[in-house]
């Protein structure tokens, strides 16, 4: 099934049990300096496909779960079902979680180097929960590591790789944050998109975002608006079979948001199939295509390295309305050439919080969204958000903590 939504016994965690995970999450979390970039990427897109999932039988990309406290590495390229070159230097992936209880935290990253203080998902209720990220391979078959607080399964679906320029490796062009669909009734939609069903959503024709003809893939934020528990949502290039993969899940049905970068399919169309009735909310911050066009960009890999905690001191504490962070100042070592930031941003709120935004400094806001945590949970989502300046501007609805972790960069 392509579904990560088997049955899970989902727990209200109460007192001392959060208190001391949250500290050990808190505590892990802190700044470290990123490496110098070393070479010019560029992306293939691949047909999603699931390279993990610690549920099944036992093996090098199956089972057993992941123990409290303990890392595994997993040898992406030597999948013998997803086909990954060995020479692929950084992987598109989504990593989902299947906790057995509270999951303080969980990390990935290359295999090989040390364990980051950073995060990439937390899951203190317990709840499937999935975030997009853009991770180096590392030593032994170009392998990433996973780190959990408590144990988990973990499912891992790949949708592309960057290598060294070569015959069809596509450049990324970023835009300025645009919505390109929205279902919902009161927004100008149609009303909920089906479960069990298939429906394509055109990228090329959407009146406010010009995305040219001669893109190949996209950079897209989905949120699912559903009416219920939503088992889970795939996306996958239009007019290709609906891959054994997930996207996002969403069993508490509140709104959920997830990155995932998406190959265009047939008049340049994605497939989304929701295993229950959603609304759904579509935006996008760049495209990937054949390189040489104006404003063209690479990938360079960094080591992980947060950028910002409000929670630390000189962080600036909880905030609501808009937030500057200085990328380019901050202890991470990004040059002044990125005109793009891979970013994971984690909110901690103090109540409901409707949306965070994150988009480029000196630009008006867009009508966009990067996360919702309307249960007040912390919520995790990867963001490439292009810059001009070294800055990027964030908005919250709500009053909350933020974080923010650079994984990698964007520049000529």
């Known amino acids: 099934m392509p579904s990560i939504s088997r049955p899970v016994k989902f727990l209200l965690v109460f007192g001392l049990a959060v208190t001391a995970v949250f500290a050990v999450a808190q505590e892990q979390m802190t700044a470290a300096p990123a490496a110098p970039a070393a070479q010019a990427l560029q992306f293939v897109p691949v047909p999603p ?24 590495s997993f040898p992406i390229s030597q ?77 891992v679906d790949i949708n592309g790789y960057f290598v060294a320029h070569s015959t069809g490796s596509l450049a990324f ?14 927004h100008g939609g149609s009303g909920p ?30 949120s699912a608006v559903p009416n219920g528990p939503l088992g889970y949502l795939t996306v996958w290039p239009a007019g290709n079979p609906r891959p054994v993969v997930s996207t996002l899940n969403d069993i508490t049905g509140t709104i959920v ?36 066009a104006p404003n063209a960009l690479q990938l360079y890999v960094a080591n992980p390295c947060r950028v910002l905690d409000t929670r630390q001191p000189g962080g600036g504490g909880a905030f609501s309305g808009m937030l500057v962070v200085d990328v380019l100042g901050s202890p991470c ?34 009508v966009v969204s990067t996360l919702n945590a ?4 912390i919520t995790n989502n990867m963001a490439i958000v292009p810059t001009t300046n070294g800055k990027v501007d964030a908005f919250a609805s709500g009053t909350t903590q933020l974080i923010l ?5 964007f520049a000529p």
């Open 374 to 377: 309307l249960d007040g949970s």
């Open 405 to 409: 972790d650079l994984n990698n960069y």
């Open 333 to 366: 070592g990004v040059p002044a050439t990125a005109q793009a930031y891979v970013l994971n941003a984690t909110v901690v709120p103090q109540g409901a919080l409707g949306y965070l935004t994150l988009w480029p400094d000196g630009a008006s806001q867009p």
């Open 173 to 186: 062009y970023p835009m300025s944050p645009c919505r390109l669909a929205d279902t919902r009734p009161e």
């Open 257 to 292: 948001a997830n990155a995932a970068i998406v190959g265009a399919g047939v008049g340049g169309d994605v497939s989304v199939y929701p295993s229950n009735d959603t609304n759904l909310v579509i935006d996008i911050n760049g495209y990937f295509a054949a390189p040489g």
């Open 79 to 155: 999948s013998p079902t997803c086909r990954i070159p060995l020479g692929a230097t950084a992987y598109s992936l989504n990593v989902s979680v299947v906790p057995m209880g509270p999951l303080g935290y969980l990390t990935v990253w290359p295999t090989g180097q040390s364990q980051p203080l950073t995060a990439t998902l937390n899951s203190l209720d317990g709840r499937i929960k999935a975030n997009a990220a853009i991770v180096a391979a590392g030593n032994g078959g170009g392998a990433v590591s996973i780190f959990a607080t408590n144990t988990t399964n973990v499912i």
């Open 193 to 222: 998109i089906p479960g069990g069903n298939t429906t394509n959503f055109q990228i090329l024709t959407v009146p406010g975002c010009t995305v040219p003809g001669a893109a190949l893939a996209y950079s897209l934020n989905f």
């Open 49 to 72: 496909c699931r390279v993990v999932d610690t549920r099944n039988q036992n093996g090098t990309f199956g089972g057993p779960p992941i123990q409290g406290g303990t890392a595994r």
